[in-house]
């Protein structure tokens, strides 16, 4: 009997580490498309803002804030990514995990929404 549970126990475990390295990866690469995709979605706004860089309070305010808010929550996003997969009472997990999530959630979402803007004030008015 003995035999049989410590091969029940070797499957869940071997099968919870699986798991574990699936759940890693997927945030590892859904950190890396979260931080791609403003890149992808707006290089050319990017490019049209920072030609015309200057120190400025309204031109980085203007210009610059919508990248800055979606970069400040990947900063959030990062220690929730760093303990996917980790027991809560690991080194490498967040005392306030949940708050992180969220914090980065929101500012990537303004960030998010703000930059859409930006690129359409960089694109011009559209030719009717």
Do not use: C, N
Not at 75 to 103: D, E, M, T
């Amino acid at each position: 009997m003995t035999g049989e549970r410590e091969r029940i126990r070797t499957r869940r475990h071997s099968r919870d580490q699986l798991e574990r390295r699936t759940a890693q990866i997927v945030g590892a690469v859904g950190f890396v498309i979260a931080a791609a995709l403003p890149l992808v979605l707006w290089h050319r706004a990017i490019r049209i803002v920072a030609s015309d860089f200057r120190i400025e309070l309204e031109y980085l305010l203007t210009g610059w804030t919508a990248y800055a808010l979606i970069g400040l929550g990947l900063l959030f996003g990062l220690p929730v990514v760093l303990s996917i997969g980790r027991k809560p009472g690991s080194r490498l997990y967040p005392r306030s995990r949940g708050a992180y999530a969220g914090w980065g959630v929101v500012l990537y979402l303004l960030g998010f929404a703000l930059a859409s803007q930006v690129a359409q004030i960089a694109d011009g008015p559209a030719d009717a």
